[in-house]
């Protein structure tokens, strides 16, 4: 059946992000806090943190590209973007920051430009993939299927 | 049984906690509100600190417990901690993405009872609730010291209460009654709807007066009573002055003895205010101590303070609490510890309504200078405090020891809190300053019976629940590795064991300890410098971490295992791998 298959590659699909390090287990989390009483909340809140998370990345381009780097600004919005990530369970935007957050304590611009494109990169890439996620369930729930729950087997 | 335990069986708390919850970061707030919910508490959630503050001051009882992000734009989150300390008297935990042990210090020494890591885990949610009851236990405990419910209540006021079973059972039952009284917002727990005594200042030098003769710690409401002969006063009148006297002294003790000598006025303000009790703005004495000891050192009183408040509260006090048997010398030495430095400072949200609010002083201390200048005379001024210096002094003695002290300190591994393997470390953190600063004392681990506490609330979760931890104990581990000796665990050893609780808890603590880690705990306490001190606490350590075990042969195995991995261990894993595997012999 179709709606089987789907589901299978939702798993699969879900599993590989989580193999890859590209999520972790606190996106587990919030999947379980996912309900009939709270039936989008996974989709809510990582709908808030791309929000977040797009302006965060504009400040932080804007703040290096100064003339003179101001990077007691920029460690905030590193640090709120390490944090929002990592209550996601954006692993690998998370470790970005945090290697940003070394470089921005050292004031290197060099590093912190360096960093800010590893950041993007790893959030576009986790945005991405996301995305195709929530497209699979959408399919799922229109195909009048329930969502699989992600065994933590792996 | 606990006395959580029977609180949570007593109403429906933990369901239905107020908490607000503030973040700026609305992702994280959105993720926290929901984890909130899944707990099933009652949750408000704000992206602002002065929202915050506003929703808080609109209504003091709005709220059992506030959860705040620290890097805030409109205002630093340790600011609104304090605020809410001082003004609300409620629990805060901090929460941050922070791991970094400064500001986890910095939590703590501004009277966070918890500091989270972000990403915040359901687990560590479940426990919060636990401060709620620890900051009410707290309050009515102090109460309780001046509490007659059965005319035993009055042994050894500050310390018998701590002490054994029956203490434990006559507190719960005292909180229980309390905490009905709170949410009544009643101020005298001990009676309904009666008219309420003023107490002036010649009914309070007669109550004094009376005190002084009979003795401090001997002074019973029914003797006071007769003493004063006065018409229309209760033997309940008499005891709830009492207590809040009591628990006035416990404050200021520790603190300027400027205020001791006007101290009658300052306590009638207290508890005439009573409405002072209840809300607030109290002398400055007390406000000073908070203040100046807070501001000043935030140091000497307050990291042991800090240490105190955040490590014994959630481990310390509740888990000893709940036990009745040997760990009441821990819980012994805690409260007048506690008590004297923890209530004061580190308790800061958590000191509440019934002990009188010193905190809430702090806005004004040219006003209690005043009143100082001119009610000096109609006082009666070192003498009443000098009936009572026994009481406090022994706090005093128990507590900062000065420099040369060093504390032992408990383990809170056991509690129920949410973070022991955090705690572990943290605590580590902070006995480098209690190293340099003053002695904070603390509980001997609790063993068995908060583990089984824990496994007990948290069944389902026991084995990966120390997982969390874990994950949150390791980036506080590179920070240990610096100084390792420095964050060993602190022993008491000098004339803080003569003191009397310092004493008593020394010596049970030896006696305790004798079965399990005679040789380790003696070469400690005879070495007696601080060498030999920082080497044989670790081993101490271990051997406390290896209490936790539950079970004497888990004990000295651990012990010695750890006595020989000793110069392996780091503070990291010693708080957490030693935690955690222990935990699991469980």
Not at chain 2, 342 to 348: D, E, I, K, T
Request: hydrophobic share 35%; with cysteine; proline share 5%.
């Amino acid at each position: 059946m179709e709606l089987v298959q789907m589901q299978k590659s939702l798993q699969d699909y879900t599993k590989s992000l989580f193999l890859e390090g590209v999520l972790d287990s606190q996106f587990l989390q919030l999947q379980q806090l996912q309900d009939e009483s709270n039936p989008d909340f996974v989709s809510q809140v990582v709908t808030l943190f791309f929000q977040d998370s797009d302006r965060i990345l504009n400040d932080l381009s804007l703040s290096l590209d100064q003339q003179v780097v101001d990077f007691k600004k920029v460690d905030p919005h590193v640090h709120q973007l390490k944090g929002s990530s990592s209550s996601i369970g954006a692993q690998r935007v998370k470790n970005a920051c945090v290697v940003f957050r070394t470089f921005c304590e050292q004031q290197n611009v060099e590093g912190c430009h360096r960093c800010l494109q590893q950041v993007k990169q790893e959030y576009y890439l986790v945005k991405n993939r996301l995305e195709t996620l929530f497209k699979l369930e959408q399919q799922i729930v229109a195909s009048g299927g329930v969502i699989p729950a992600m065994e933590l087997g792996f | 049984m606990t006395v959580e335990q029977d609180c949570v069986a007593l109403d429906q708390f933990p369901v239905g906690m107020r908490v607000l919850a503030v973040d700026d970061d609305q992702t994280c707030l959105r993720i926290l509100e929901s984890l909130l919910h899944r707990c099933q508490y009652h949750v408000t959630t704000t992206n602002q600190a002065q929202k915050a503050l506003e929703l808080l001051r609109e209504n003091k009882n709005k709220f059992d417990l506030v959860i705040s992000d620290v890097d805030m734009p409109d205002m630093d989150g340790f600011k609104l901690l304090e605020l809410v300390g001082l003004e609300m008297d409620l629990p805060v935990i901090m929460l941050s993405a922070h791991s970094d042990p400064k500001y986890v210090m910095k939590g703590v020494t501004h009277g966070a009872c918890d500091y989270l890591l972000k990403p915040v885990r359901i687990e560590e949610l479940k426990n919060i609730w636990q401060h709620v009851v620890r900051s009410r236990f707290d309050k009515n405990r102090g109460s309780n010291n001046g509490d007659k419910k059965d005319g035993s209540g009055n042994e050894g006021v500050a310390n018998s209460d701590q002490n054994n079973g029956r203490a434990n059972r006559k507190r719960k039952d005292q909180y229980n009654e309390d905490e009905d009284e709170e949410r009544d917002d009643n101020d005298d727990p001990s009676s309904q709807k009666k008219p309420r005594v003023v107490w002036t200042v010649e009914l309070h030098k007669k109550f004094v007066a009376a005190v002084n003769q009979l003795g401090f710690e001997k002074a019973m409401p029914k003797k006071i009573l007769d003493l004063m002969n006065v018409e229309k006063l209760t033997r309940e009148n008499v005891a709830s002055h009492l207590q809040k006297f009591r628990l006035y002294l416990k404050r200021i003790s520790g603190n300027q003895q400027a205020i001791m000598a006007n101290s009658d006025l300052h306590f009638l303000q207290m508890s005439n205010g009573l409405d002072g009790f209840h809300h607030r703005p109290i002398p400055a004495g007390s406000g000073q101590f908070h203040g100046g000891a807070a501001a000043a050192a935030g140091m000497r009183p307050f990291p042991p303070n800090g240490i105190l408040g955040r490590l014994n509260t959630p481990s310390g006090i509740g888990g000893v609490r709940s036990l009745s048997s040997s760990p009441s010398s821990g819980m012994f030495l805690q409260n007048p510890t506690d008590l004297g430095k923890f209530h004061h400072v580190s308790s800061l949200p958590l000191n509440h309504i019934d002990g009188g609010n010193i905190l809430q002083g702090l806005p004004m201390p040219l006003e209690f200078d005043q009143l100082q200048t001119n009610n000096n005379k109609s006082i009666i001024p070192g003498n009443s405090m000098a009936a009572f210096p026994s009481f406090p002094s022994t706090q005093q003695s128990s507590l900062p020891n000065n420099n040369s002290h060093l504390v032992l300190q408990g383990h809170p591994q056991a509690s129920p809190s949410a973070f022991p393997g955090h705690q572990i470390n943290k605590r580590l953190e902070h006995w480098s300053n209690a190293v340099s600063s003053s002695s904070s004392t603390l509980p001997p681990p609790p063993a068995q019976n908060s583990n089984s506490i824990m496994s007990h609330q948290f069944d389902d979760g026991s084995s990966s629940y120390s997982i969390p931890f874990c994950d949150s104990t390791i980036p506080l581990a590179p920070a240990m590795d610096t100084n390792p000796r420095a964050f060993y665990r602190t022993t008491d050893l000098d004339s803080n064991a003569n003191v009397q609780p310092g004493g008593v808890y020394y010596d049970s603590l030896q006696m305790r300890q004798s079965g399990n880690y005679g040789p380790t705990t003696d070469a400690l306490l005879s070495s007696n410098a601080k060498e030999g001190f920082i080497v044989g606490q670790q081993k101490l350590q271990s051997g406390f971490m290896g209490a936790e075990a539950g079970s004497l042969d888990d004990i000295v195995n651990s012990t010695m295992k750890q006595e020989q991995s000793q110069g392996d261990l780091s503070e990291g894993d010693l708080g957490y791998g030693g935690f955690s595997s222990l935990r699991t012999c469980l």
